[in-house]
């Protein structure tokens, strides 16, 4: 019989997380300060964030221990499984074997845990009271609300308003964990009041309620920013996600994969599971495809400049050098809220650039087809966001299935879609339209 659940034991667990800046192929072009576009420094960051986390954001360790404090929050629900996906092989009838890395396991149903404890636990250990942020589709916002609760840190989350409307039950989860919620566009900040007074219907967008965000951290004492994608610090942080895979796909028998896949929007989740394989490639000791999978709606690698841009519509945060639309780009009203961003994280960025990493593109109907199949075989109704990395996943099985190769296929399941189901709903009753940008 195959084994098809790979799991770790509890002492087996990473307690390192691995930073990839040093083994670039060249240095990430330096963040430049909004006013000044020079160059920051880390004293320049110092009004958004803890200085441990700014630490993290450049520093030039390869490894960074795990503190104690976050590990026990960890062990709540890692390590994760890692799980072959025998049933979904048998319905494409592959040789390709299949793995994925379930990150639904955690409290909030999402990787986003992985660095929302880590924030939480900076931002405690710095004196912080009080955490802003914004969320897409809800998973970051509930991550980040549930760590606050246990570092006894205030959580205040701007969520977009097209995703406050769609996902009502994400909004009710974060203030279970006693955060204060809010649609954004709002009233509640200027930048906010400026694209209502545009536009009274804004859908709103990631730009806006990161807006929004930061500019109620500097404006209110104690508190800081904090973002759930995008910046070094965070996908540093999720790299415990490819540390784990390692394990497995070991004790699976498995030498090393093939084919790396997942979802992109910021890039935290693809490049937590990509890293600890990258830095192998990055040596030229291993070589295989790594694939970022983004909607056709809002295709940043794909579709986006490679430039210095904004992180937010008001210009609040530094310029980073990313694959952008634009920072005042608002994305189609698609349900993979999560995904709905005009920039991508320096670091998948540059990867992409330099043709370490390539990108593919799915409009959101036929990504919920292949949800669907997911869940007819595996049992696992997946988040619309994680459905982009099964698309893809199929995809490449299907050609291995027509060239007879047994590849080893490993992507990262980031959450579960048990609080998305007004999206199936419309999808299996309805229908859903497929929107470009």
Request: glycine share 8%; hydrophobic share 40%.
């Amino acid at each position: 019989m195959i084994e098809n659940h790979i799991t770790l034991k509890k002492s087996e667990m990473p307690t390192v997380w691995y930073n990839i800046l040093p083994d670039l192929p060249r240095p990430l072009d330096p963040p430049l300060h909004p006013l000044t576009k020079q160059p920051v420094a880390p004293q320049d960051l110092e009004p958004i964030f803890p200085p441990s986390l700014i630490a993290q954001e450049v520093s030039s360790e390869n490894f960074i221990d795990i503190p104690g404090e976050v590990l026990d929050i960890y062990r709540l629900w890692r390590p994760t499984p890692l799980i072959r996906a025998l049933r979904l092989e048998k319905a494409l009838r592959t040789p390709a074997r299949i793995y994925y890395k379930y990150e639904g396991v955690s409290p909030a149903g999402s990787h986003k845990p992985n660095t929302a404890v880590a924030q939480a636990y900076y931002n405690k250990k710095d004196g912080t009271k009080r955490l802003t942020t914004e969320t897409g589709a809800g998973q970051w916002g509930s991550a980040l609300a549930m760590a606050c609760q246990f570092f006894g840190i205030e959580c205040t989350v701007y969520m977009v308003k097209v995703s406050y409307e769609q996902k009502p039950y994400r909004k009710v989860l974060m203030q279970t964990w006693g955060a204060s919620v809010f649609p954004s566009p709002s009233e509640r900040t200027k930048a906010g009041r400026d694209i209502l007074a545009k536009d009274p219907n804004s859908l709103g967008s990631l730009g806006i309620a990161i807006s929004e965000a930061i500019e109620d951290a500097v404006n209110t004492p104690n508190s800081k920013y904090s973002l759930g994608s995008v910046l070094n610090h965070v996908l540093l942080h999720q790299t415990i996600i490819g540390e784990e895979a390692r394990l497995q796909l070991e004790k699976a028998g498995e030498s090393f994969p093939d084919i790396v896949i997942g979802c992109v929007g910021g890039g935290s989740n693809f490049g937590g599971i990509l890293f600890p394989f990258m830095r192998d490639k990055l040596k030229g000791t291993r070589d295989f495809r790594a694939i970022a999978v983004e909607p056709v709606a809002c295709s940043s690698l794909l579709k986006g400049k490679y430039d210095y841009d904004y992180g937010d519509v008001a210009k609040n945060t530094p310029l980073l050098k990313m694959h952008t639309l634009g920072h005042d780009f608002i994305p189609p009203a698609i349900h993979a809220g999560g995904l709905r961003y005009h920039g991508m994280a320096p670091i998948i960025s540059l990867l992409y650039d330099t043709g370490y990493i390539e990108a593919q593109a799915y409009h959101q109907s036929e990504v919920f087809e292949a949800a669907l199949l997911f869940a007819r075989t595996e049992g696992i109704v997946v988040a619309p966001e994680s459905a982009h990395a099964v698309k893809a996943c199929i995809e490449e099985a299907k050609k291995c299935a027509e060239k007879g190769e047994e590849k080893v296929i490993l992507f990262n399941l980031s959450g579960h879609g048990f609080l998305d189901l007004g999206a199936y709903d419309k999808f299996l009753n309805e229908g859903l339209p497929d929107v470009s940008e």
